[in-house]
C-alpha cells in the first residue's frame, strides 16, 4: 500500500552536486517522518537525514553542513540536496518512512517503509 520511489541518483565529480528526490504514496498520514539512509559496499546501512511532520530536523555529523532535507506534505514529497560531494559520499540512498513516531531519527530500527535505493557515485 505504502511506496516510496526515489530518484536523482547519478555520478558527480568531487565538489559538485546532485538533488535526491523521494515520492510517497498510499500514505494518508502528514504527522510521520522521513528520512534518508545509504549504504556503501561492504559497509553497514547509516542514517543522512531525517525530517519529522513538523519540519524538525536531524543530520548525519558526516554530511551537516553539505547536506539539505526537505519536505512537501501537500506533495508527500521529500528532498534531499546534496552540495560539496565527497568520494566518501558514493553509496546507495534509500527514502524511508516512520508513521508512527514523529521525530526525526537517523536510527534505522525507526522506519518501517523503505525505497529501493538509488545509486550515488561520486569521484
Known amino acids: 500500500h505504502v511506496q516510496l520511489v526515489e530518484s536523482g541518483g547519478g555520478s558527480a565529480q568531487t565538489g559538485g552536486s546532485l538533488t535526491l528526490s523521494c515520492a510517497a504514496s498510499?500514505?494518508?498520514?502528514?504527522?510521520?517522518?522521513m528520512a534518508w539512509f545509504r549504504r556503501a559496499p561492504g559497509q553497514t546501512r547509516e542514517g543522512v537525514a531525517a525530517?519529522?511532520?513538523?519540519?524538525?530536523?536531524d543530520y548525519a555529523d558526516s554530511v551537516k553542513g553539505r547536506f539539505t532535507i526537505s519536505r512537501d506534505n501537500a506533495k508527500n514529497f521529500v528532498v534531499l540536496q546534496m552540495n560539496n560531494l565527497k568520494p566518501e559520499d558514493t553509496a546507495m540512498y534509500y527514502c524511508?518512512?516512520?508513521?508512527?513516531?514523529?521525530?526525526?531519527?537517523?536510527?534505522?530500527?525507526?522506519?518501517?517503509?523503505w525505497g529501493q535505493g538509488t545509486q550515488v557515485t561520486v569521484s
Open positions: 524511508a518512512a516512520d508513521l508512527v513516531t514523529d521525530v526525526p531519527g537517523l536510527v534505522e530500527s525507526q522506519y518501517y517503509y
Open positions: 498510499g500514505m494518508t498520514y502528514t504527522d510521520y517522518c
Open positions: 525530517i519529522s511532520g513538523d519540519g524538525l530536523i
